[in-house]
């Protein structure tokens, strides 16, 4: 981001032409810092006595971070809460939520090992009939055709 290196925050006129995202970022500018080269994000719990550094994920890099907290070793495919948890103690960047939920939501491993969604059928019932043609049965369909 533009001033960061000069540790000099760009003027309203200045972000005027950029992306929603790094607007986002400028607002933050008080909680950022650029620590051996990598922007962090300071983040403080609401009474101030707890503070955490949180690296920002480049927006190409974000799916890496992603296959590795969900699909990698350490992620062993948990669900969007625990996924969510682990990359909140470490990343930030804006809008992160979506993308996570979205990743999960379309994982080959986690759709395949959930399955199809079942529908319930009703109870099939057997009836007994004493005769040939005691019981008959006929499917409606209505009008077909021109």
């Known amino acids: 981001m533009y001033g960061l290196e000069v540790n000099r925050r760009p003027s ?4 005027a032409a950029e992306s ?3 607007k986002t970022y400028w607002a933050h500018w008080n909680s ?3 620590i051996s080269g990598c922007l962090h ?6 009474d101030g006595q707890c503070s955490q550094k949180l690296m920002v994920v480049p ?5 890496h971070v992603l296959k590795e907290f969900h699909n990698g070793p350490s992620g062993g495919h948990r669900g969007i809460t625990k996924t969510m948890e682990k990359i909140k103690q470490l990343f930030y960047w804006v809008g992160w939520r ?3 939920a979205e990743w999960i939501a379309n994982c080959t491993e986690c759709i395949t090992a959930k399955g199809p969604k079942s529908r319930s059928h009703g109870k099939v019932k ?5 005769a040939p043609f005691e019981r008959v049965a006929m499917d409606v369909a209505g009008l077909t055709g021109p």
Not at 12 to 15: A, G, P, R, S, V
Not at 126 to 130: C, D, H, K, L, S
């Open 12 to 15: 309203k006129e200045q972000m």
């Open 20 to 22: 929603p995202n790094a």
């Open 32 to 34: 950022l810092e650029l």
């Open 41 to 46: 994000r300071v983040w403080e719990n609401e």
């Open 59 to 63: 927006k190409l890099r974000i799916p």
């Open 98 to 100: 979506q993308p996570v």
């Open 126 to 130: 057997q009836y007994n009939a004493g």
